[in-house]
Nanobody
Framework: QVQLVESGGGLVQAGGSLRLSCTAS????????MGWFRQAPGKEREFVAAISWSAGNTYYTDSVKGRFTISRDNAKNTVHLQMNSLKPEDTAVYYC???????????????????WGQGTQVTVSS
């Protein structure tokens, strides 16, 4: 049974920072790519960032490039999303997910992931 548990969400003022974490169990974590998605109220779930199995490749949606950094610690089965210079439009529920792929440009597609966490709320006030 694969389980993903996110943490680190909360309320922050615009311009502030948050660090999300996602701890995985039930799969050989180091063999698979990981991703972060988000869903704002009334909107579809969207890709935020992804990282290859070895952390050699990272992928970001344009709106977060230069502000967010995805990283992973395979020894701790954990992936992080460091979010800086947060904006009100970053407000959403953030989900981590694991993919059976190891790397690749298609990791922005939600259907490339087979297990998802429950999500953590991030609220950025103006």
């Amino acid at each position: 049974q694969v389980q993903l548990v996110e943490s680190g969400g909360g309320l922050v003022q615009a311009g502030g920072s948050l660090r999300l974490s996602c701890t995985a169990s039930g799969r050989t974590f180091s063999m698979y790519a990981m991703g972060w998605f988000r869903q704002a109220p009334g909107k579809e779930r969207e890709f935020v960032a992804a990282i290859s199995w070895s952390a050699g490749n990272t992928y970001y949606t344009d709106s977060v490039k230069g502000r967010f950094t995805i990283s992973r610690d395979n020894a701790k089965n954990t992936v992080h999303l460091q979010m800086n210079s947060l904006k009100p439009e970053d407000t959403a529920v953030y989900y981590c997910a694991t993919s059976p792929l190891t790397y690749g440009g298609s990791l922005y597609r939600a259907e490339r992931y087979d297990y998802w966490g429950q999500g953590t709320q991030v609220t950025v006030s103006s």
